[in-house]
Every structure is written in structure tokens, then in C-alpha cells.
């Protein structure tokens, strides 16, 4: 395997509704108000390796979105710690820490709440470079031109506002802007989920271009499986909080593992899968605020036993570059 | 027209506008757009946004609001025309012989009412003889049939108690109350995970089955018209540009469009490899492109085709609006 770009090991992230005043007074009092603690995060440890494309896929609530945030240098975790190019963030000094912030950037979901609506295109995307000294002002508009034309825009918009793009083209500007200050790792969080089809297509593509020309490497987090099938090498699937499996993205698809990739692959509509009979997993996706004890999947899983109800499955290797957190798999 | 089976279709829209009177201008958000939906039928509603697939939807019920109007083509349900109905008659097919759910739910409930409440309510506004205990007994048994555990508690809870999945059940229970012999589906799964969409569309599969209601589900995910649909219509620029059997349309695509979108489909192509592009951009619905309104898209367009097509049955049961259509995939299909 090729060296690593960016490893996560034994991230948390915990978020804590904190009590009032009100509320402190009434825990003093006896009431049994305690403090609400959400688990977004929990000990999640996975390697992205340079010049590939790791999937992160999960349902709402599964952390995510959290996870991305903390690798993008966004959220602090709780516990545990980032590591790029083989120095933990937090070891760096400010200005080396700067640098690694640079090269990883960001693309959000929702194209219309990801860029200030009262700036010009040419300052959306020029802002960050000429601050970051890595463009002169004078030099700054041609850099902007030069950069939209990459993402496939045309330079003669570049006065203009958002709001005067479509959702496509404006998911467009999100890529120019995080391509502007010459990232190295691209985190794209939901990046195409709220485009139509054909511009989804439009979109991927030029992904998967930018890829192969400016050597990036992504952490593509979507809820799509196809999508992420059609683009990542590997993938990382993630249940309320925690990494259930992760795998080579052919064997994935081929032969999923654990019983919630299982019955997430089932679920996937396909085109040609016609006229099928729907067997949907039971259950709903429990609460981040109260997740069940032992492996968070077993009230839902078919297969759970005794076991799966008090002990949290390990997160191990099954076969080389492939691990899976489940206790079915110590049966064998 | 089609033709007319042995036994009447549930619904069958014929050459269906709505139009929008904007200070723009007029959009023709719906311009001629026909098809039939049978009994028990499931037909998918497919588009891009802006392709006027919600329109038609809210079109058929009477939804349509100001500057919005249905301005021709007739709406045919169990045979009577539902375009220019008084509203008082339009009121009592709503919700009683069709109904509608909602890609949000929380458009359909009233977040201050307890669900006991809306759906006795949604009981009597047609039934207003019923007694008050057969009408919840109806409401639970509605709850359970969409797959709602304890039924009984569940009823006395508000909405917001409620997770997104099983708000969109209460709503399909209530659209499913009195029985209807046409429900209208606008992307209901679309805001939902994939697990929680499964379970919809199990319950949306199974109540076809079992009771021959008809569904019209309007979605842009064509992967989920795949598992459901009988039949698709695919819409573009407020036209049915091709529709026809599911498996014929989706494995032999004629408009070069439909080709388009199949093509730009992740799963449907090799992991990896270049997704098609239909290049450019969905028009304005204020300015449409004279002629057809994929032209400047396609990679088929010549002069023709500035006239407008009209639609063509190139093999039975296949409708397609196009000039120059792909036919040597339809002779395939037909064989």
C-alpha cells in the first residue's frame, strides 16, 4: 500500500448540551436532570492513503459529517488525534499546523449555504489565496480565471454573484474556492447530494478529473452508496458513531460483512434491480443522545445474539485490508 | 390516445397544461403532458428539477395555486374530468378516493394536533356519520397497516414525536384512511435514510398489491422507480419526452434524453469510468427553447428539430417525443 496521506486514531468528538442555571438548581435540589451527551464520534480510527479516494458512507446521525469536520481542521475532537503526513495536528507547531489546515479543504453540501451571498465570485474564490500570500493582489484576478476555468466555469462570470449561478455551477464555485489555495486533501462532504442527476454526473466527473490532474486525495463522505461505489478505492462504513466496516471498495460491494453493510447494500436501489420485493431491516436508527449498550446495530440486527447485547464488538481485521466490528466473525 | 382496456384505467390524463402567469412571463411548467394509470398500477413520475413532474401531480388533484392554472387537457379518474370541477366536488374526491403525500410530512400534519385528532378529522370530513369509536379503531388499523409498532399509543402523539420515517408513515396512513383508489406520491423517500426508505417503499409495494390502489410516485431517483414502477413516464421541459413499460424504457431507452440521464447514473457504469454528461443546463421554464426543448442538449438535434415532436408510438405501448429517436433500441425491446 502507498504511503499515508492522512490517518485519524481513536477519534471522539462528544458533543454536551450543558445545564442552565435553572436546571443546575433542580439537579441540587434531587431532580435527575444530568448534563446530555452526544456521542457523534466514537473512537473512530481509519487511514486515508495518498491519491486515493476513501468513501465515508452512513445514514443521518452516524457521525459523519463530524468526522469530516474534525479532519478538515474544523471541529476540535474530544479525544484522540489527526494525523497528516504523518504528524499528529496537534504536535505541529502554528506554523506548520497552518500549512496542513491549507492543504485540506473542505466542499459542502448545500451550494446555496456554503458561499456568502453579499461576495462577488472573484473574491470568493481569490480572498483566501492572496491573504495566504500565495498569489499577489495584482496577479489575483488572472489566478481566478485560471482556477474557474479548471472547474469547467467561465471566467467572464467572475463580477458576478451567487445567487446569479445555478445550483450546479454554484457547487462549481464551492470547488474552485477550496481548489484555490492548492490543497492537497480534499474533504467533500455530501458534495453532490443536493444536485439534480444529470448535473451529479457533470459534478463526479470533475472530481474524478481534478483527481488525476492535480494529484488530490479525497475523503468522500456521502449517504449514496452508488455514487460511492462508482468513485472511491476504498470504504469506510460508519453506524452511530463508530466504524462498523471498512474494505476494499470492490469486495465491499462483492461480499459485504457486517450484517448493517449487508442490509445497507440491500436496501440500495438499483436501476436493474427491477420489480423487486423490498425486505426492509426493521427498526429505526436509534437516538446519538441514548445508543444502545454492546454493539449499537444489534436491535436491529437479524443475527444478534446474547453477546451482541453487553459487549462492543472490536473493530479488527477479517482478511488483510479489510476490518469489521463484529462478533459473528470470531465464530470462525 | 391509447387505448381503452377491457377494463377503464384508474386515471388517465390526456395532453394535461398548467401554465404559471408570472410577471416574466408564462411558464408552461405542464405542456401537453398524457398517460393512463391502471388499477393497482404503480407509474413512475421521473424528471429532473423544474421538468414540471411535481405540477402534474398537484395538476390532477386541484392543487394548483395563483398565478398557476390549468389551462386544458382533460383529468380523467374512474372515467369523469376533474379539470373545471366545482371545488365542493373536487373536495370530496380529495383525500377520500385520492390522495396525496408529500415529500415533507410536515406539510400534510398539523404540528398542534395529536394524530388521533387529524386522522378522525381526515375520517369524518367524508364520512360524517361515523362513530367516533369506528373512526379510531380505523385510524389505528391504518397506523398498524403502515407498519407502525403499538399503534394504539402512537395515536395520541403529536408529530414532532415522531422520527422523519415515521412521520412520512403517519402521513401514508392518513392518505391511506379512506381507502383511496389513487394515491399521488410527490418524492416521498427523498428526505428519508436508505434504510427508512426501504421500509416505505415496502409498505407502498405491499398496499398496491394487496388492495389495487394506484400510485403515481414522482421522484428524480431512477434507481427507485426501478425497484417500484410498472411503467415510467420520463418528463422534461414540462413534457413526457418518453414513456412506456418499465423494463423496456429503463433497458431501451429511445429519447436521446432518457439515454442521457441513464447514462449519468452511477451504478449503472463501471466503477470508475467517465459518467456521461448531457452537456448544458435544463432550460428556463420562461424561456423555453423553441421546438424541443432538449434540442440545444442533444446530441441528435438538427433542424427538425426546431418543430416541435409530436409524441410517436414506434412499438406499442411506447410513447416517445422525439425527432430522431434511438428506434433501433425499441425494435430490440419489441423482439
Known sequence: MSETMLEVRNLTKNFVKSLDLAERLAQKLGSNIREEVVHAVDDVSMAVPKGSVVGLVGESGCGKSTLGR????????????????????????????????????????????????????????????VLHGMVAAADADDYVSETMRRVG??????????????????????IARALAVKPEFLVCDEAIAALDVSIQAQVINLFMDLRAELDLTY????????????????????????????AATEELFHAPNHPYTQALLNEVPRLDARGRDYKPVEGEIPS???????????????????????????????????TS???????? | MTAQGPSSPTLEVRDLKTHFFTKAG???????????????????????SGSGKSVTGFSIIGLVDPPGRVVGGEVLFQGKNLVGLD????RKLRGNRIAMIFQDPMMTLNPVLRVDTQMVETIHAHHPDMPMADALARARDALGEVGIPSPDERLKSYPHQFSGGMRQRVAIAIALLNKPD????????????????????????????????????ITHDLAVIAGLADHICVMYGGRVVEQGPIDDVLDHPVHPYTRGLLGSVPGHNKRGSKLYQIPGMAPSLLHMPEGCAFSPRCPRADAACAVAPMIAEPVPDRQVRCQHPHLEEAEGAGA
Not at chain 1, 466555469?153 to 464551492?174: A, C, E, K, T, V
Not at chain 1, 466490528?325 to 470462525?332: E, I, K, P, Y
Open chain 1, 70 to 129: 474534525m479532519v478538515a481542521g474544523i471541529l476540535t475532537p474530544t479525544a484522540g488525534e489527526v494525523v497528516y503526513k504523518g504528524k499528529p495536528t496537534g504536535a505541529m507547531s502554528p506554523a506548520e499546523r497552518k500549512q496542513a489546515t491549507l492543504q485540506i479543504q473542505m466542499i459542502f453540501q448545500d451550494p446555496f449555504a456554503s458561499l456568502n451571498p453579499r461576495m462577488r465570485v472573484k473574491d470568493i474564490i481569490g480572498e483566501a489565496p
Open chain 1, 153 to 174: 466555469l467561465d471566467p467572464d462570470y467572475r463580477r458576478r454573484y451567487p445567487h446569479q449561478f445555478s445550483g450546479g455551477q454554484r457547487q462549481r464555485i464551492g
Open chain 1, 219 to 246: 475523503l468522500f463522505i456521502s449517504h449514496d452508496l452508488s455514487v460511492v461505489e462508482h468513485i472511491s478505492d476504498r470504504v469506510v462504513i460508519m453506524y452511530l458513531g463508530r466504524v462498523v466496516e471498512t
Open chain 1, 288 to 322: 446519538p443522545l441514548d445508543p444502545p449498550p454492546g454493539c449499537h446495530f444489534h436491535p436491529r440486527c437479524p443475527h444478534a445474539t446474547e453477546r451482541c447485547r453487553v459487549e462492543v464488538p472490536k473493530l479488527r481485521e477479517i482478511v488483510p485490508g479489510r
Open chain 1, 325 to 332: 466490528a463484529c462478533h459473528l466473525n470470531d465464530g470462525t
Open chain 2, 26 to 48: 408564462v411558464a408552461k411548467a405542464v405542456d401537453g403532458v398524457s398517460f393512463t394509470v391502471g388499477r393497482g398500477e404503480v407509474m413512475g413520475l421521473v424528471g429532473e
Open chain 2, 87 to 90: 371545488p365542493a366536488a373536487m
Open chain 2, 182 to 217: 389513487l394515491i399521488i406520491a410527490d418524492e416521498p423517500t427523498t428526505a428519508l435514510d436508505v434504510t427508512i426508505q426501504g421500509q416505505i417503499l415496502y409498505q407502498a409495494q405491499k398496499l398496491c398489491r394487496e388492495t389495487g390502489t394506484s400510485l403515481i410516485w
